[in-house]
């Protein structure tokens, strides 16, 4: 077979119809031997296919009904694996006769499980018939992304060490006439068929975990799960028909709609913000060797950044180098290479006990313990030696930004820049402007954090911000149903069913009783929305920390914990707050849990922290796990209804008191 009798295709943009166009005259043109198609995503080629795939554009059925023929015509097909593969492209790849790559560290995945959406075109059946029902269920479930050195253990491609192309042909010219094994025997036949009983127990145990990571709200999980059990049982054709009826109900579902809304819409929205004109920031400053400290020192380091990251404590800098390094050891963002990316990061950073180290940075964030009168002492000095074009950030969770830049002597180059933990992997960045901050301080924040690959939503000046206040709101409800004698673990066990990733007390626990009692009583000064009653979550607290009882870091929080921080049942918790006889409807605990964070949300609009509301439904999505297929803190206003949602805030008003009001 000669290199002019192959049609050579791009796999890009197959939603414009030309990759179609192509592949039709290639099979049907007579001169034409084999098609080799030509795989290679672009960053964000998955993303821009969203739209189109929601609005259900007409190509999708002609590609549905192109790849079956193309893998049951007389032709060979072979799929060349040149870059990074995902989404559309994917699909199209699994349906080549042949896969090849010659490199075993390129990525493959389907991220669309993010945007509440699933495969179209077929991969439900044919990746887990190629490669195993539980390698397919990571893969479409989890979102998880494979190398192409795991997927060719798999079998769903072939690395090889010689020319692409040149082993493209010789692949082409030992296989004239190909068939899918999926094509040449019946689904009782094939190790997939869903019937056995060891492939039912497989499945139930998928089932299970599932249910554990998402919401029953959530449509795609579920609809790919069914694709998975229903369609391995039947033909090819049958189960690709099973998974374009369940792509209809997906497509049209609230929680793809409300996923499209906060992680694609809001999120671009966001990322467009971010391209500014500002200079790139090159030398970093961060104060405070701690967990966060050193998870934005990692951060910008790993962004290319020279850092100095300065701590008072020899001891905090030597751990602090011991996480960088088992970040870099862990961190799926380094290329194939690890052991030389991250000796080549880390050579970005200095430690040091010196604040002078700051004098040539362009960016030094102060990232201390949250101690109001510390921060202003740390700052005044770090304002001292910073050059006249420096910025200074403080990485404060609540204390207003316009207070804390009142010791700087520049307070229009100060500014908020609220990171999340972990940072080397959270994506949200919460700016906060200040009521002296420049505007081309706010572009230089925003260009900062597009180069840390964050996602950045602006707010203005106030205690807890947005981010901090809702979540304070959130814990401090728990804490109340808490002195109330309702079950600890009803409570996180609602949350996780209704979608939080931890319940409300682990997360208290998590966080330990300290800070969050630091952060309740530095939001009680202010008064502020939900905050009028943090005075009382502060005094039940107070019970916990008083007995040394600080979170999972002491080993008894509102749980206690065994060696291996598991939870353990509390009995001293049952001597502070005994247990109610009757304990509450998990539709009660949910709503109150739920409600309080909306109407945190809108006190927080009313006051003109945060304007838009599609960024606040994507920092609540990004910053503490808000269950996406709700789609956000305003959004959940829409998902219930809003006449049902102020009908639900005068019940909890009457039971519970004002905090449930809705803000004018």
């Known amino acids: 077979m000669k290199l ?20 039709e005259v290639a099979l ?36 549905r009904v192109l790849v079956r023929t193309m893998e049951q015509g007389a032709k060979p097909v072979v799929g060349l694996v040149l870059a990074p593969v995902e989404g559309l492209q994917l699909e199209v790849m699994l349906a080549c006769h042949a896969r090849s790559a010659t ?24 990746l887990p018939r190629l490669c195993g029902i539980e390698f397919a269920a990571g893969m479409l479930l989890r979102a998880k992304s494979v190398t192409t050195a795991e ?7 072939e690395i090889v060490n010689e020319d692409l192309v040149q082993a493209a042909l010789e692949w082409a010219a030992g296989h004239p006439n190909p068939k899918q094994p999926w094509d040449t025997r019946t689904a009782e036949d ?83 913000r971010a391209l500014s004109k500002s200079k790139a920031i090159t030398r970093v400053g961060v104060l405070g060797a701690g967990l966060m400290g050193t998870g934005i020192a990692y951060t910008a380091a790993r962004a290319g950044c020279d850092v100095q990251l300065v701590d008072i404590s020899e001891e905090a800098c030597g751990r602090s180098l011991k996480r960088m390094q088992k970040m870099a050891l862990n961190d799926g963002n380094l290329n194939g290479h690890r052991a030389i990316a991250s000796e080549e990061l880390l050579g970005r950073v200095q430690w040091s006990s010196e604040i002078k180290r700051f004098a040539e940075c362009d960016l030094i964030i102060e990232a201390i313990f949250e101690d109001a009168s510390l921060k202003k002492t740390k700052l005044a000095e770090i304002s001292a030696l910073a050059g006249s074009t420096a910025i200074i950030a403080s990485n404060t969770t609540t204390l207003p930004i316009s207070d804390l830049a009142l010791w700087c002597d520049r307070p ?90 931890l319940g409300p007390l682990t997360v208290a626990d998590l966080l330990s009783l300290d800070l969050l009692k630091a952060i309740l009583d530095s939001l009680a000064r202010y008064g502020r929305g939900s905050a009028t009653n943090a005075a009382d979550a502060v005094q039940i607290l107070n019970e916990f920390v008083s007995r040394s009882r600080l979170g999972r870091k002491t080993g008894a929080g509102i749980f206690d914990y065994s060696d291996g921080h598991d939870r353990i049942d509390s009995v001293t918790l049952r001597k502070i707050y005994p247990p109610a006889t009757i304990q509450p409807p998990a539709e009660e605990i949910e709503r109150r849990l739920f409600v309080i964070q909306s109407i945190e949300a809108l006190h927080a609009m009313r006051e003109g922290i945060i304007e838009d509301p599609s960024a606040a439904d994507l920092a609540s999505v990004l910053g503490w796990s808000y269950p996406a297929c709700r789609g956000g803190v305003i959004a959940y206003l829409d998902q219930v209804g809003r006449t049902e949602f102020e009908r639900s805030c005068i019940a909890l008003q009457k039971k519970f008191g004002d905090r449930f009001v809705v803000p004018s």
């Open 103 to 126: 490199t075993d560290s390129l990525k493959l995945g389907f991220p669309w499980l993010e945007y509440g959406l699933m495969p179209v075109l077929g991969a439900t059946q044919r």
């Open 412 to 501: 229009e180059r100060f500014i908020g820049m609220h990171f999340f933990a972990p940072v080397e992997r959270m994506e949200l960045l919460e700016i906060v402007v200040g009521k002296s901050t420049a505007s081309d301080t706010v572009d230089a924040a925003f260009q900062f954090g597009r180069q840390l690959a964050k996602t950045s939503i602006t707010v203005q000046d106030g205690p807890g911000f947005f981010t901090s206040r809702i979540v304070a709101a959130y814990l401090q409800e728990a804490m109340f149903m808490v002195r109330e004698g309702v079950s600890p673990w009803m409570i996180d066990n609602v949350a996780q069913n209704a979608g939080m990733i």
């Open 28 to 63: 049907s043109d007579g001169a034409v031997e084999a098609v080799f198609i030509d795989f290679q995503c672009d960053l964000g080629d998955s993303a821009a296919e969203v739209d189109l795939m929601v609005a259900g554009h007409p190509v999708i059925e002609r590609l």
């Open 151 to 157: 997927a060719a253990a798999a079998g769903l491609l």
């Open 190 to 272: 094939s190790t997939t068929y869903t019937q056995t009983s060891s492939n039912r127990r497989l499945l139930e145990q998928i089932y299970l975990k599932l249910r554990q990571r998402t919401s029953p709200e959530d449509a795609a999980p579920t609809a790919i799960l069914r694709c998975l059990y229903d369609g391995l049982e039947r033909s090819m054709d049958a189960g690709i028909r099973i998974e374009a009826e369940q792509w209809s109900a997906v497509r049209c579902s609230r929680s793809a709609s409300h996923r499209v809304n906060t992680l694609y819409r809001a999120r671009q929205k966001a990322l467009h």
């Open 4 to 23: 002019d009798q192959i049609a050579r295709i791009s796999g890009a943009r197959l939603l414009d119809a030309e990759f179609a166009d192509r592949v």
